[in-house]
């Protein structure tokens, strides 16, 4: 969850009143959120020097910070601003804002015109304008602040949204978002002198601890996005480094806002929440200026798009998901508390509660989101306890029920029960295990690592991985697993399925095949399948043992691999591991390997 720092006496004051730390943790929790932390600037610092233990100064006259906890997907608590103005009216301070745009002509608006060229690395922009806002240091740090949060958050590190905001003053209208050359770009940076190109720009920043990691995003494009105005002074290069020439700073009276992205859905959520958080400071409070941003094809749009979206929602819809038997006017009074307009309007005799959802809580979805913010204006603590209805009480499903029963079998039986990744490397599927490989396993399209890039096709490589990172316990080895496997399946919508084995090995200094083929019988015997004294008598109800006759392509030495046959078909395997399969999972620790007898079923 993210968190948000704000002075506690600022807060407190934007607030009305002065809390104690005890009310505001209660205030926060019927709201809620989370008073996580309560520090100070000195103690943050030495916290992040890793100096805790360091006794300093007297800290009486120092501010007093509060982290507050909030949900992930509530960006517009994300900064001091939103966090008072929800509060304020959650306890019925303050009315809901209307959020405007301002009366500008469409022929009077400032323009943005795309290139069709970005569309091959960062297709969407949406722009807005603050005119005469009024910027001090507090407002300032949270204007920033706000930004950075949002990249890290709904902006993904900036891969999905980055936003730029310039001194529009120190600019000429109309802008331009192009994509050229690196070569073809030279600007002077943010906080820099000198100009530079934008490739020698890469390089530059390379060794810088903030920007470096979001190099990675154009750095191998063949085209960088960058945006002009209409003297062709760089605005920025997104997502890495504003122009110096638009830099913001506390006497900024209009700022031009514009965000850059490869989802046009997260860059409206951005924008708006950048512009209704700050337009509060705005000579005409909640009014913001809109941009007109023209494509490469002739099509315009208006940004940024301020309007409520209004659903209707029945009235059991919200008190049967809560438990609560509230009347329409307790609902629609709830909802107000949180930002939610909402009136009652009658349809075939039922109750139905029409809410109108402000651009700031772009979290509101679907009817479920609604009644959630019921039950939070409500007080969750204030909600009876009830006993779910046995109709709907939640049962173990089937499979996982006989999966815990096998399992406290096995563990019975004196084996481990270990859990490894489903995900592996392609070659613990298939070639560390002397196997080929049979294009059925499910492989990651953008793996951060080789040893996560395939689901595993039997549990066989984690039990061995194990044994490998256990090679110093004492003998012998009993260990157990039961998990999904995933395999290529062209009849499922998604490709694929999830398939419930179980496997065991065991590894000694002697032979253990007792041990193996006992545990099979056992598990055949719990699932109440018959053992079959003659496979040719043509018995098909149960299960037998027989000889594999597989030469190569095994996990298993050749004439010391056994098959599990029941009703017909054959349903897991047992023998001795082969030698390569062992060296190779066990990164050629011989003295292991020749040590070890490993036997292994898997069913």
């Not at 891969?159 to 209208?173: E, F, M, R, S």
């Not at 609604?370 to 006993?387: H, K, L, M, S």
């Not at 499979?399 to 406290?408: A, D, M, T």
């Not at 295990?433 to 690592?449: F, M």
Request: with cysteine.
């Amino acid at each position: 969850m993210p968190k948000i720092s704000v002075v506690r006496d600022d807060l407190f004051k934007a607030l009305g009143r002065t809390y104690t730390q005890d009310e505001f943790d209660e205030l926060c929790m019927e709201y809620g959120l989370e008073l996580d932390d309560v520090t100070t600037e000195k103690a943050i610092i030495r916290k992040e020097k890793h100096l805790d233990g360091v006794e300093d100064e007297s800290t009486e006259d120092e501010e007093v910070i509060y982290k507050v906890e909030i949900p992930a997907n509530r960006y517009d608590l994300l900064c001091i601003e939103g966090l008072v103005r929800a509060l304020r009216i959650f306890l019925g301070l303050d009315e809901i804002p209307t959020y405007t745009l301002s009366n500008v002509p469409k022929e009077s608006m400032l323009k943005m015109h795309v290139k069709k060229e970005t569309s091959a690395i960062r297709p969407f922009i949406v722009c807005a304008v603050l005119r005469g806002i009024t910027f001090d240091e507090a407002r300032y740090k949270s204007f920033i602040d706000l930004q950075d949060k949002l990249h890290q958050n709904i902006c993904r590190r900036r891969t999905l949204v980055a936003i730029g905001t310039h001194d529009l003053d120190a600019l000429q209208g109309p802008f331009t978002y192009e994509a050229l050359s690196p070569e073809e770009i030279s600007f002077v940076p943010l906080k820099q002198d000198k100009s530079f190109r934008a490739d020698e720009l890469m390089k530059f920043y390379n060794s810088d601890m903030k920007l470096k990691k979001f190099l990675h995003i154009i750095e191998n494009s063949p085209v960088y996005p960058v945006i002009y105005d209409s003297k062709r002074t760089v605005l920025s290069l997104p997502p890495i480094i504003n122009g110096a020439r638009s830099a913001i700073s506390q006497r900024t009276k209009n700022v031009f806002i514009e965000c850059t992205a490869t989802d046009l859905t997260k860059a409206n959520i951005v924008l708006n929440t950048m512009v209704s958080m700050f337009s509060v400071y705005c000579e005409r409070k909640f009014e913001v200026e809109p941009v007109e941003v023209i494509c490469s094809n002739g099509e315009s749009c208006v940004f940024p798009d301020l309007s409520s979206f209004d659903m209707e929602v029945p009235l059991t819809k919200i008190t049967g998901r809560i438990g609560v038997p509230l009347d329409a006017s307790q609902v629609t009074s709830l909802l107000t508390k949180m930002q939610l307009r909402a009136e009652e309007i009658s349809s075939d005799k039922k109750s139905i509660i029409r809410v109108s959802v402000p651009p700031t809580r772009s979290d509101v979805l679907e009817a479920c989101d609604v009644a959630e913010d019921v039950a939070v204006a409500y007080g969750f603590n204030n909600i009876p306890r009830t006993q779910p209805v046995l109709s709907t009480q939640g049962r173990q499903q089937p499979l996982s029920q006989l999966s815990y029963l096998i399992r406290l079998e096995i563990m019975a039986a004196g084996f481990t029960e270990v859990l490894t990744w489903i995900l592996c490397s392609n070659e613990e599927n298939f070639s560390m295990l002397n196997q080929k490989d049979d294009k059925t396993s499910v492989t990651v399209a953008n793996p951060r690592s080789s040893d996560f890039e395939a689901t595993r096709t039997s549990l066989m490589s984690g039990l061995l991985k194990t044994v490998r990172e256990n090679n110093h316990h004492p003998k012998p080895i009993k260990i157990f697993e039961m998990g999904d496997v995933v395999l290529l399946d062209d009849t499922k919508d998604v490709g694929a399925k999830n398939s419930r084995k179980v496997a065991a090995l065991y590894c000694n200094e002697s032979s253990g095949y007792e041990e193996i083929s006992g545990l099979v019988q056992r598990i055949m015997q719990i699932v109440d399948v018959p053992w079959i004294e003659d496979p040719l008598s043509g018995v098909s109800n149960g299960y037998y043992i027989s000889a594999s006759k597989k030469t190569e392509g095994t996990a298993f030495l050749p004439g010391r691999e056994a098959r599990i046959v029941m009703n017909g078909k054959q349903v897991g395997t047992l023998g001795i591991v082969h030698p390569k399969g062992l060296v190779g999972i066990l990164q050629k620790d011989y003295a292991l390997v020749q040590d070890c007898m490993v036997r292994y079923t898997n069913i």
